[in-house]
């Protein structure tokens, strides 16, 4: 027979139970705002039934209700997808961010920009061209070959500023990762101490465990997985960072960039030394926006020069353009006076003096130009880029006040030429030098006999000179000196003439350039090599510049930053679209609701007051019977 008092345990079953359900929608609406945290549902079921043996039979009746457990509400595969996105989106903030810091460095399209800077230096030549001997016109001109300096100069300082900044940013993630993976340990033990009994679900530990590889994830690319105990184990790039058991510490390691000699940050296993290569998060795009360049990508489907040092090269690039190919044109040149000796040799760019040590085209020259260990061990012979930049200064002769101004080498000797060219699809032609011989009007023609079959430089010529009368005063056949090392090569012709052929995919064997020494040189106000060193910025290609002339190069290179830099805001847009989805279709999953909160709580409440009512005429019940029972007759 069922005991008088078994209700009673049965109402105080269902008081804890509601009690606990409204403690829970309790603890739900106060956690409401806290990051990372998952609302909780209490699993109610229905306790043993007991036996009982009426007089009819037996029959079952139910004993209350227990709390099997109390569980936090979480979907494992949205959270996968979270982190896999995450990762992605700080990849792309990270490049987005630094695209934008370069196109600062630059500041086009605006008046102070770099383009604005070449343009006057191109306008000052073609000024100086109308009026060689004009001094004022050399000033202006020499003042606007400082501006590209200080321009070029300018922006190599602030992108190397970048560069430290960036190396900055990688100690403090390192750090970050560290310390988060060490809590995560932390955490993975106390989950596992509470659950061992296999009850008990420890969902405020595991809410902020997972809060943490959040985190994490926006830092780098993690994959996580969880053993049976309840172990987090997360892996990034093949290196287990956490597991039940231990952390493996990462360390932030300075070492020297071959190219530009700055300090570079890698990130390493602090146990084994070994670089970690990152395939997503912030700590890839600070390693990509830093040094990553087209010629590293190796089939990576992000392969533009997207970083810091992408753009130092191409830095490097024009500067060694000017100190290579501009300054040989005005080495070819002359000043103010029509004297052979005069101004011949020197540079407008880099080392002062005159004569063949000063010249940056030739490979001989370089331990005495850059200084002894001027190469790196993975490009032997070759200039570290940042000598380049270096490099790239004012010839301190042209502001002699005695003669400095004359220096500039707005002239040649030969005055200008009508060149006639075979073929008017190929590269021009550029003549130099001082014309010696004892003809009066001798004509030259000079015949490509070898090309470069990839850039179309001219790698062999042959020419003849003949008089007026078809005497032929001299030939020869010249192969490009090897050590000159910038396109286009320079041929010495006979009787001091040279002649220099434009790299141009369309140079064939065979073509031809003719020419006529004018009888009378060219006057004061010539200035027709001011004319071929204007050209040489705005028209001339150049295959160190990939087939372009330097304007077309900081053109491109201009434009391609914006392209980028829109992209990147486009992939970031877009990629934060779809983190916001995730997180929203998270937060319908696992966040709290407060209008779903405050309806449960009133139907625990309901529930906790009618148990206690039940309990009360149970009471009443009870009283009767003990109280009230057989006291008639007393």
Do not use: C
Not at 333 to 354: C, L, R, S
Request: no cysteine.
């Amino acid at each position: 027979m069922r005991s008088t008092f078994s209700g009673l345990n049965t109402v105080v079953l269902g008081l804890n139970a509601q009690k606990m359900s409204l403690d829970t929608v309790g603890h739900n609406i106060a956690n409401a705002n806290t990051p990372g945290y998952s609302r909780q549902r209490v699993n109610l079921v229905t306790s043993a039934p007991q036996a009982v043996y009426t007089g009819i039979g037996k029959v079952q009746i139910g004993t209350g209700v227990l709390t099997e457990s109390i569980v936090r509400i979480r979907n494992s595969f949205i959270d996968q997808q979270m982190w896999k996105e995450t990762s992605t989106l700080g990849y792309g903030q990270t490049i987005l961010d630094t695209l934008g810091q370069v196109e600062g460095v630059f500041q086009e399209p605006t008046e102070t920009g770099m383009q604005t800077v070449l343009d006057k230096f191109w306008k000052a030549w073609n000024t100086l061209s109308t009026n060689g001997s004009d001094n004022g016109a050399r000033t202006a001109l020499r003042e606007r070959g400082v501006e590209v300096v200080d321009a070029i100069q300018q922006a190599n300082t602030q992108l190397r500023s970048m560069v430290g900044d960036i190396n900055t940013v990688i100690g403090i993630r390192v750090d970050t990762i560290n310390q988060i993976t060490e809590e995560m340990l932390s955490l993975n033990k106390q989950i596992v101490r509470v659950e061992m009994g296999g009850s008990a679900h420890a969902n405020d530990l595991r809410d902020r465990r997972d809060y943490l590889v959040d985190q994490l994830s926006q830092i780098i690319n993690v994959r996580v997985t969880e053993d049976k105990a309840g172990n987090y184990t997360v892996q990034s790039s093949g290196l287990v960072l956490v597991d039940g058991y231990a952390n493996n510490k990462l360390k932030a390691e300075s070492r020297k960039d071959p190219d530009y000699g700055y300090e570079v940050v890698d990130v390493k296993d602090a146990a084994t030394g070994t670089v970690i290569n990152f395939t997503g998060g912030e700590l890839k795009g600070l390693i990509d926006s830093r040094d990553k360049t087209s010629a590293d990508s190796a089939g990576d489907a992000r392969d533009s020069d997207i970083s810091v040092k992408a753009y130092l090269n191409k830095l490097s690039t024009m500067s060694q353009f000017l100190l290579q190919e501009f300054n040989a044109v005005h080495r070819d040149g002359y000043g103010i006076n029509n004297d052979p000796n005069d101004n011949t040799g020197y540079n407008f760019f880099g080392a002062a003096g005159n004569g063949a040590a000063t010249d940056y085209n030739n490979s001989n020259n370089y331990d005495a130009l850059f200084g002894p260990g001027y190469d790196s061990v993975d490009h032997p012979g070759v200039p570290r880029a940042q000598l380049w930049i270096d490099a790239l200064t004012m010839n301190a002769d042209l502001f002699n006040p005695a003669d400095g101004l004359s220096r500039i080498a707005a002239k040649t000797m030969v005055g200008s030429l009508d060149i006639t060219q075979g073929n008017p699809a190929g590269g021009k032609a550029v003549i130099g030098g001082n014309y010696t011989g004892s003809a009066v009007t001798p004509s030259y023609e000079v015949r490509i006999d070898g090309r470069d079959p990839v850039t179309g430089a001219v790698t062999q010529i042959s020419y003849q000179i003949k008089d007026t009368d078809g005497t032929v005063l001299g030939n020869g056949t010249l192969s490009a000196d090897p050590n000159q090392v910038a396109e286009p090569k320079q041929f010495v012709l006979g009787d001091g003439l040279t002649i220099r052929i434009n790299s141009d995919s369309d140079n064939a064997v065979g073509d031809t350039y003719t020419f006529t020494i004018p009888k009378e040189p060219q006057g004061n106000a010539a200035g027709d090599n001011a004319i071929n060193l204007g050209n040489r910025l705005k028209v001339d290609v150049s295959s160190l510049l990939g087939g372009s002339s330097l304007d077309t190069f900081y053109g491109s290179m201009i434009g391609a930053l914006g392209v980028q830099t829109q992209n990147a805001e486009r992939l970031t847009e877009n990629q934060l679209t779809l983190v916001n989805q995730i997180n929203n279709w998270r937060q319908s999953v696992s966040g709290v609701n407060m209008d779903e909160e405050i309806s449960d709580m009133i139907r625990f409440q309901k529930g906790y007051n009618a148990a206690a009512r039940v309990l009360t005429t149970m009471d009443e019940m009870l009283d009767k019977l003990i109280n009230g029972t057989g006291v008639v007759g007393r």
